[in-house]
């Protein structure tokens, strides 16, 4: 079935360094969601992508979508310690599901 | 306020016993999902429904059962086939009716053996 591979799992950063994480996969996306688990939390949308190559911001975090639609990224400029939690990619299928990546949980040390 | 409300916020469960997770929502949303989380893990999907009295199996149904007899509600039941229940379980709705719609999640609740 249709998998979204989202790396790294882990990345411990200081505070003022910025932060990446990628999603990828094997077949082109219809479109590809954010979200953002704080600790203890639940899942919440950050943006959502649809046009190849698109670039959207929000602040100091910048989303963009690959040319071909089968990759994303989520670039934090000069992290906060309001930044930290799980930040999730997700795909919708051909059935309406979501298809969520494994998702990057983000520490940032003050 | 619209949204979803999940409850209990926390769950202790015996062995062999089934417990039923509360979902409600008040978006006038028709799909609604289960999710399950482990530490440190992505969401996995139980179940889902995207219409009253019709739902589908997820990825990790064993173990589970769902109902959908209103639209506005969508329990879970893990039963005590489910040998592994502790985990976070979060409740999701999205408007199927426009496309690529994201999902609101309720607040979760934290199932554990006793």
């Known amino acids: 079935g249709q998998q979204v591979m989202q790396i790294p799992q882990y990345q411990h950063v200081q505070e003022g360094e910025d932060f990446t994480t990628y999603c990828n996969s094997s077949?082109?996306?219809?479109?590809i969601q954010w979200y953002k688990q704080r600790p203890g939390g639940h899942p919440v949308f950050l943006i959502q992508?649809?046009?190849?190559?698109e670039v959207k911001k929000q602040k100091r975090l910048t989303f963009q979508f690959g040319e071909a639609k089968k990759n994303s990224s989520l670039h934090i400029t000069a992290t906060q310690t309001t930044d930290v939690g799980t930040y999730f990619c997700?795909?919708?299928?051909?059935?309406?599901?979501?298809?969520f990546g494994q998702g990057t949980t983000l520490q940032v040390k003050p | 306020d619209g949204g979803i409300t999940q409850s209990p916020k926390y769950l202790f469960r015996k062995e062999g016993q089934n417990v039923t997770l509360s979902c409600e929502q008040n978006?006038?949303?028709?799909?609604m999902y289960w999710y399950r989380q482990d530490p440190g893990q992505g969401l996995r999907l139980i179940y889902y429904?995207?219409?009253?009295?019709?739902?589908q199996k997820g990825d990790i149904a064993e173990g589970y059962s769902v109902s959908r007899e209103k639209k506005e509600s969508f329990p879970l039941t893990v039963t005590s086939a489910q040998k592994n229940p502790t985990a976070f379980y979060l409740c999701?709705?999205?408007?199927?009716?426009?496309?690529?719609?994201?999902?609101?999640f309720g607040d979760g609740t934290r199932l554990s053996i006793l």
């Open positions: 997700a795909a919708s299928s051909n059935t309406g599901k979501l298809i």
């Open positions: 077949t082109t996306l219809s479109n």
């Open positions: 992508l649809v046009k190849s190559g």
């Open positions: 978006l006038n949303h028709d799909a």
């Open positions: 429904s995207q219409i009253v009295n019709d739902f």
């Open positions: 999701a709705s999205h408007d199927d009716r426009v496309s690529n719609q994201p999902q609101h």
